[in-house]
């Protein structure tokens, strides 16, 4: 059984993570946590509250986190993406939970958890960092509670929300870069490089939604979604970024992964919030060094159908 706290923005595929999380067996799903980012933290919290309510799962906390980045505000239009909800304009189909977050914020939630938990608990964030940040600042003593990371996030050629910046780290790069590069925690990075290869066409959505009232409605939070990716690639398609990073938490080794020296861009410059990978073969890295500190497992492969059929045979139920 795999402990997990998930930290979210819900957030279209946020929402097929957490689905997914809560229809896996191997799963201790021990909170939810939320964070700004595809939507304000009012919006992303009433989002994890409805999706765990359509999962059946009111037992599991959901505590609030940061409504803003580290350092330094990034307004982003990601109503553009993911629809003015979070949920493509369709919150509103989602059970009412009837619950409110825990008195406890995002933070003192997971350091409870973590302080209690019997074994090393695996964290998923898949939204800004901010939160995962805000932790290991306040409590490096817990750093040992933590089993891993697995990170949705980072970009290795060509970003989604800007040339070169992918969406999670773009937000709040300060505190993506305190996770990434100054801490040592056993980290699992699941790029957007790999889960555009592992995109859904709308064939998948289709097999998804007649499956059963659960991918009914989860394919009913898709459209604008669909959208954004449709005209990003040119196809009509999605790509469930979350869903990946959660299905490696579940079963350890699904994504294959390469370790690199990084570094995130904090500067302010056309790449700000970019990550910064030495590809070079660690022959030239160990020549000539490297100037990038920290390294960190990437995933850059994996059987994109076998995937695909995890993540369809899961959330059909
Ligand atoms: O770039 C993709 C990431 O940004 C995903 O987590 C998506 O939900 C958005 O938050
Ligand atoms: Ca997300």
Do not use: K
């Not at 990170?151 to 790069?173: C, H, K, Q, R, Y």
């Not at 449709?230 to 398609?237: D, P, Q, Y």
């Not at 294959?256 to 302010?268: A, I, K, M, Q, S």
């Not at 700000?272 to 390294?295: C, H, K, M, N, Y």
Request: net charge negative.
């Amino acid at each position: 059984m795999t402990s997990l706290i998930i930290d979210t923005d819900p957030g279209v595929d946020d929402a097929f993570a957490i689905a997914l999380a809560c229809a896996s067996p191997e799963v201790d799903l021990l909170a939810v946590t939320t964070v700004f980012g595809n939507a304000a933290l009012d919006t992303t919290t009433r989002n994890a509250l409805r999706l765990l309510a359509l999962c059946g799962r009111d037992d599991v906390p959901v505590a609030r986190g940061a409504d803003r980045p580290l350092v330094h505000p990034q307004v982003h239009e990601a109503e553009l993406v993911h629809g003015n909800d979070g949920l493509s304009g369709r919150a509103h189909t989602l059970p009412d939970s009837g619950r409110s977050p825990v008195e406890s914020d995002a933070v003192g939630l997971m350091a409870a958890l973590l302080r209690d938990a019997p074994e090393p608990v695996t964290i998923v964030p898949i939204g800004p960092l901010t939160n995962i940040a805000a932790l290991l600042a306040a409590y490096p003593s817990l750093r040992s509670r933590i089993a891993r990371l697995v990170i949705m996030g980072g970009a290795l050629s060509g970003g989604n929300t800007t040339a070169v910046a992918e969406f999670n780290l773009w937000s709040d790069p300060e505190a993506a870069r305190r996770v990434l590069v100054e801490e040592r925690l056993p980290t699992l990075l699941v790029p957007t490089d790999l889960t555009f290869r592992c995109r859904v066409d709308r064939a998948w959505l289709d097999r998804l939604s007649a499956a059963g009232p659960l991918g009914a409605t989860l394919v009913g939070l898709t459209a604008d979604y669909v959208a954004h990716y449709t005209t990003f690639f040119g196809e009509e398609c999605t790509v469930l970024h979350d869903a990946i990073a959660v299905a490696e938490a579940i079963r350890p080794g699904l994504l294959r992964t390469t370790t690199y020296p990084v570094e995130v861009d904090c500067t302010f410059g056309p790449s700000r919030g970019a990550l910064v990978a030495d590809r070079r073969t660690p022959e030239i890295i160990a020549t000539f060094g490297s100037t990038l500190a920290r390294a960190v497992d990437i995933a850059t492969d994996t059987d994109v159908d076998e995937v695909r059929d995890f993540l369809l045979t899961r959330l059909a139920g």
